[in-house]
């Protein structure tokens, strides 16, 4: 659909949020007593900061959580009923910044192939996503290398624009119109004033970025060739501890196991979150273990991520350039370090952490 430009007061968008809470569900960054920024369900409309850094954690956990039970199964004498488990709540994710909302589109494009993840696209289904675009970026962000902000053009469903005074909103799906009716006499149409204002804030907020810190293309040509030098893949794993955290923080990532949880004759079966980046992800029951060594996994997920044949099946590389495996790497192997380490074909001393 062709977006609908609209125009919220800032002092009405308390009233807005209270309404989208008798929907159902309404998730937004919150501060926690520690000071942390973090996604979290909301009881009241004043919890939902409007001016926050982008949380550490990304919202992918409410659409994949960490621990999933997806089947129920029961045993009655010599059979054994089974019984898939869904979440059908009505959700709505508040303010998440653009990077956010292009992880979660990446994990449904992966999550819808077939075999269809019913599971998680049941869930995805019934979420309202909000997203509130970013006037000025992140100071590890590189969105802008991956075309995942720090605006947004398509495939969201309310996107926000903070104008000073007011909101832009821009609906861009049947559901984010949904949510707006709920709340219709606060809104008004934009004006072109106000439309012309976004378009200078986004172009603004591009030139802030600077030099732009990851140049997939050229690594693409490189890991897509096997023009990266064994050598160097020892070096960069090197650096790698193996502790998961840049999966785990990742929002395009989505390996996980299955573990049963038995009880009174009874199993559950969960999906948990999983890292292709230890040693056991690929460990076979016949012992044979086809990525043993670290720099074969730390191949195996860059070329995931950064590859021609990858890119040319998704459409896009697996990263949204939020920064956040930057933050959380206690050694190096972060994307921009190693995608400009592919690039160069040298593991750089600035690379590497003090």
Not at 75 to 89: A, F, K, L, N, S
Not at 190 to 219: D, I, P, V, Y
Not at 239 to 262: A, M, N, R
Request: charge should be positive.
């Amino acid at each position: 659909m062709q977006p609908a430009y609209l125009t919220l007061w800032k002092s009405e968008a308390t009233k807005w949020i209270e309404k989208l809470l008798h929907l159902g569900e309404v998730i937004a960054p919150v501060r926690r007593p520690g000071g942390d920024t973090v996604f979290t369900t909301v009881v009241s409309a004043e919890m939902v900061l409007w001016d926050f850094s982008n949380p550490l954690h990304p919202p992918k956990q409410f659409l994949l959580p960490q621990t999933e039970p997806i089947v129920r199964i029961r045993r009655h004498g010599q059979r054994h009923d089974v019984e898939p488990i869904y979440d059908d709540r009505r959700r709505f994710l508040v303010n998440i910044r653009s990077c956010d909302v292009r992880g979660i589109d990446y994990l449904t494009s992966m999550l819808q192939m077939e075999p269809a993840d019913a599971s998680y696209l049941r869930r995805a289904n019934n979420f309202t996503l909000i997203s509130l675009a970013c006037t000025l970026p992140c100071p590890l962000g590189f969105c802008i290398c991956t075309d995942s902000g720090p605006f947004l053009n398509d495939r969201y469903d309310i996107q926000l624009t903070n104008l000073g005074e007011s909101y832009l909103v821009e609906v861009g799906s049947e559901k984010g119109r949904a949510a707006v009716m709920v709340a219709s006499d606060l809104f008004r149409a934009a004006t072109e004033a106000e439309r012309s204002e976004r378009q200078r804030l986004e172009a603004e907020a591009k030139k802030r970025f600077g030099e732009e810190t990851c140049h997939f293309a050229s690594a693409m040509r490189r890991i897509s060739t096997w023009r990266v030098p064994e050598t160097l893949w020892e070096k960069m794993s090197d650096w790698c501890l193996e502790c998961g955290g840049c999966t785990y923080i990742c929002p395009t990532c989505y390996c996980f196991s299955v573990k049963d949880l038995g009880r009174d004759g009874s199993w559950t079966r969960c999906r948990i979150w999983d890292s292709c980046q230890y040693a056991a992800f690929t460990l076979e029951a016949s012992g044979h273990n086809p990525r043993r060594l670290r720099r074969e996994r730390m191949k195996r997920r860059f070329f995931h991520k950064v590859s021609a044949q990858y890119y040319k099946r998704d459409s896009r590389v697996g990263c949204v350039g939020c920064g956040r495996c930057i933050k959380v790497c206690f050694g190096s192997a972060n994307m921009p370090a190693v995608v400009s380490a592919i690039r160069k074909e040298k593991w750089h001393e600035r690379c590497i952490p003090s």
